[in-house]
């Protein structure tokens, strides 16, 4: 029966390649359009699961993705969860942006400094701002995401490997609700950090919250500045790739910046078994006045975000496929009016209507099944692409965390495509083969 | 069935258009229109609190100000404020902007004006910083103007009081609503949660403990207008600040127009190959029917042929049938597509509270798309035309018999 189908097809070789073209394109327009969502929820999952944070806990009524400028007595809140039987780790967090220097920077710019104020011309002084620009870009280009962090409470936070580690765990600078203890001056840095810094262990970096004013502010900066030393570079697998990041003593950020109350903007839980996570958050919640985020949360705030696109994304894929369905049943319904007088032939030799009726209906889906397999290669390949182009231009600025995928070509994706694939064939060989039921044997031979 | 191809396939394409190409127009012309040409900021920072990196922001504008190529420098900072409001339990919180505000009035075009209170300087009654005097010990306004959705949501009118804070759980200070502002947010949707308080500067400031140093996010600045109309004085003007001022990234409205294009070219491509597909399917759709009506009429274009017809003649006689197809597809398209550009504006204000004022739907837009989609329903019928005008008219006879 099969060959029957296949030998009609072939019959009309132009027709069939041109309709099969529009369904292979519809197909493959489908599986990359639907791609892009499933790569965002898968990447955004495998990360959290790399990450091993089980619960972000903020300051109330703030979402995950705003997290509001932070709560005040952080350290005990999360030295309080840290003792839950279930938790393994609760890392307070407090989180700034701040200006970030290196030894040679600091060199060049007071060399610049001390130039610079012997210079009245402008011509001259333009041409020394010159000399020194790629100093000066360095520093007032992007600023570093300086977290402030106790090591000991971390537990075990995953992806990432390190170099070295912080010889002191605890927060020696907080002594007793006071910041007058021990500056250890420690701080770890990621790669992309070192990689622009040139910075090893043992290297030596400033910070400070502000730029400095002038040229002749430079020296100045400096002596403001607080320096640290790096003991520990860190490859932090779900960190965006060029993004800078350090993560120095708690305490000792929150005196940087003057923000003395014991502030953090996150406490980051893991819990000992990833199941418990609701309860761990139900505890916090009746506790304190707080938010508390699991993954699911999270991927239910994402899903929420990304609904708005969902919405045209869907829109888009359903007219596509409205215009290919369109098209391949309108192909089969001529195709099955101009061959009537052979379907009446075929029953006068005693085939029953229900075998033409499943001629016609295998011719469909030929059609669609030829054009789901081309249309998954292409779909694919497109997808791929897509997810170069993307990649590529949110590494750009650095918000893209290295093996995070747009876009996903995974087996249920696979089959759901498929399944639409056949049950629009199904449809469009059931609509076009419903005229031979009707077909009256005698009377289309006799007008032939 | 074929027109209907093209009809869903046009008003895909127009309403896809309509979005991306308004999105984009709106937010050249705010650019256009803004009568900010030069802005200076700190370092940039990606997923990051703000880092207030500039220090004596208000000498520094007032020394801009000095400049004589400068007409207005008006200082911004910008964070992130806990709020309380009377007879509603917990905390919210609130993207503030510390402004001052006669300086920043004059900033403003006549579009954002409109978006301001027309009660004293844009809702403010202390036109000027006065807590900045004296070094941030002159007296507080404890002024603030509020958006809309804020004042709905918390059910506050201009008098009311407000309480902020820098975090949760810590002193609030008591302000007093004065002005309540317009905005394009809808408080619907992914923007529900999203409160705006607009603050003198350094009370702002002072609530965030950033005083000592004076420290501000950036500065606009409008230029003299015999500068601001000559692009070489702008850029001239530019690199004399990057002298002055090495640790600041000067950015003027060029580049922003710049940055506006190289998105859209990219955004462009994304629309042009989302729509394009279904435009492709409806074309090869009218391309095979026309095949299949040739192949059908074999003998009725071979008798043509005999009786003296030209090769000109059939081609153009199914060319013409083909665009036939095109034409009326994709003039029929219109009106689905421009439903579909106000279903789109409506989806982007429900799911994104956003008012989506942007969708544009102009007859330039269309009358672009539709010259494309005639070019491209030519070259497809070019292929069935052909085939029409290729035949040998003994086959195609005998074939009729």
């Known amino acids: 029966m099969t060959s029957y189908s296949l030998n009609s097809l072939r019959r009309r070789k132009s027709r069939t390649g041109l309709t099969i073209t529009g369904v292979v394109l519809a197909i493959a327009f489908m599986v990359t359009m639907f791609s892009i969502g499933i790569g965002v929820t898968n990447s955004a999952e495998s990360l959290f699961e790399e990450v091993g944070v089980d619960i972000f806990v903020q300051a109330e009524n703030t979402t995950f993705f705003s997290m509001g400028g932070g709560f005040e007595g952080g350290r005990n809140i999360s030295k309080d969860i840290f003792e839950h039987g279930l938790v393994r780790g609760a890392l307070p967090r407090y989180v700034k942006g701040m200006v970030v220097s290196n030894e040679e920077i600091k060199e060049n710019l007071l060399q610049f400094s001390a130039k610079a104020a012997n210079i009245t011309d402008p011509e001259e002084l333009e041409k020394i701002t010159k000399e020194f620009g790629k100093h000066l870009k360095a520093m007032r280009e992007k600023s570093t995401r300086v977290d402030g962090i106790v090591p000991k409470l971390m537990g075990e936070i995953g992806g990432i490997k390190n170099e070295g580690d912080f010889p002191h765990r605890d927060d020696p600078f907080y002594n007793d609700g006071g910041y007058d203890g021990e500056f250890t001056h420690e701080v770890a840095i990621n790669k992309a950090m070192s990689k622009k810094f040139n910075l090893e262990l043992g290297s030596r970096i400033y910070l400070s919250p502000s730029l400095p004013k002038s040229s002749a502010d430079i020296p100045g900066w400096y002596n403001n500045s607080t320096h640290f030393e790096v003991i520990s570079i860190l490859d932090i697998s779900w960190e965006a790739a060029n993004l800078l990041t350090c993560y120095v003593h708690l305490s000792e950020l929150q005196f940087i910046v003057e923000d003395k109350r014991d502030t953090v903007h996150q406490i980051l ?12 958050k139900k505890w916090i919640l009746d506790k304190y006045d707080l938010e508390a985020f699991t993954t699911e949360d999270i991927l239910e705030e994402i899903d929420k975000f990304s609904e708005v696109f969902k919405g045209f994304g869907d829109a888009i894929i ?14 089969m319904i001529i195709s099955v009016r101009e061959r009537t007088v052979e379907f009446a032939a075929l029953r006068a030799m005693g085939f029953s209507k229900k075998t033409i009726y499943r001629f016609i209906v295998e011719e469909a889906l030929i059609i669609y099944v030829i054009g789901f397999i081309f249309g998954l290669i292409i779909g694919s390949a ?9 990649v590529d231009m949110a590494s ?19 089959i759901e495509v498929a399944s639409i694939a056949v049950l629009i064939g199904l449809a469009c060989g059931l609509v076009a083969g419903y005229r031979t039921i009707k077909l009256n044997i005698a009377n289309t031979l006799k007008q032939e | 069935m074929t027109i209907t191809a093209v009809v869903v396939s046009m008003a895909l394409l127009l309403a896809i258009q309509a979005v991306a190409e308004g999105m984009f127009s709106y937010i050249y012309d705010d650019i256009r229109k803004s009568k900010i040409d030069i802005s200076i900021s700190g370092t940039e920072g990606y997923g990051m609190p703000p880092a207030h990196d500039i220090v004596d922001g208000h000498q520094l504008a007032e020394a801009l100000e000095d400049d004589p190529e400068v007409k207005v420098a008006a200082p911004l900072l910008a964070d992130r404020l806990s709020f309380k409001v009377e007879g509603r339990a917990g905390q919210s919180w609130a ?3 510390g402004i001052i505000p006669d300086i920043t009035r004059d900033l403003l075009s006549k579009d954002e004006l409109d978006l301001f209170p027309k009660t004293g300087t844009i809702g403010f009654n202390e036109p000027s910083d006065p807590h900045y005097e004296g070094n941030y010990t002159g007296p507080w306004t404890y002024e603030v103007v509020i958006d809309e959705n804020t004042a709905k949501e918390f059910g506050l009118k201009v008098g009311d009081p407000i309480f902020m804070s820098q975090h949760a759980a810590g002193n609030y200070t008591q302000f007093n609503v004065t002005g309540i502002m317009k905005t394009l947010l809808t408080g619907e949707g992914t923007t529900a949660m999203f409160y705006i308080v607009i603050l003198h500067l350094s009370e702002l400031q002072h609530m965030l403990g950033i005083q000592d140093q004076d420290r501000i996010d950036g500065i606009s ?18 690199k004399k600040l990057e002298v002055e001022h090495p640790f600041l990234n000067i950015i003027t409205k060029e580049d922003r127009f710049e940055l506006i294009e190289e998105r859209m070219s990219v955004v462009r491509g994304f629309y042009i190959a989302l729509g394009g597909v279904s435009l492709l399917i409806g074309l090869l759709f009218v391309m095979t029917i026309m095949i299949m009506s040739v192949i059908e009429r074999t003998g009725e274009i071979g008798m043509m042929r005999a009786i003296g017809l030209s090769r000109r003649s059939i081609f153009r006689q199914i060319m013409g049938e083909s665009l036939l197809i095109v034409i009326s597809g994709s003039l029929i398209g219109i009106i689905p597509g421009y439903a579909l550009s106000k279903i789109a504006a409506w989806w982007i204000e429900l799911k994104a509270g956003i008012a989506a004022d942007f969708v544009q739907f102009t007859p330039l837009q269309v009358g672009q798309l539709f010259v494309i989609v005639i070019l491209l329903g030519t070259l497809v019928s070019l292929i069935p035309s052909y085939k029409a005008t290729s035949m040998n008219i003994t086959e195609s006879i005998s074939k009729r018999r």
Do not use: W
Request: charged share 20%; glycine share 6%.
């Open chain 1, 269 to 280: 839980v893991d819990t000992l078994n990833p199941n418990d996570a609701n309860k761990v």
């Open chain 1, 318 to 331: 359903g007219l596509t496929m409205f215009i290919a369905v369109l098209f391949t049943a309108t192909i």
């Open chain 1, 382 to 390: 497109g997808a791929v692409y897509l997810d170069n182009i993307l």
């Open chain 1, 396 to 414: 750009e600025d650095g918000s893209l965390p290295s093996g995070f995928h747009f876009t996903s070509i995974t087996p249920l994706l696979i």
């Open chain 2, 95 to 97: 993207q503030a902007e």
């Open chain 2, 221 to 238: 600045c409008n230029l003299r207008d015999d500068i601001r109309m000559s692009a070489a004085k702008v850029k001239e003007y530019k």
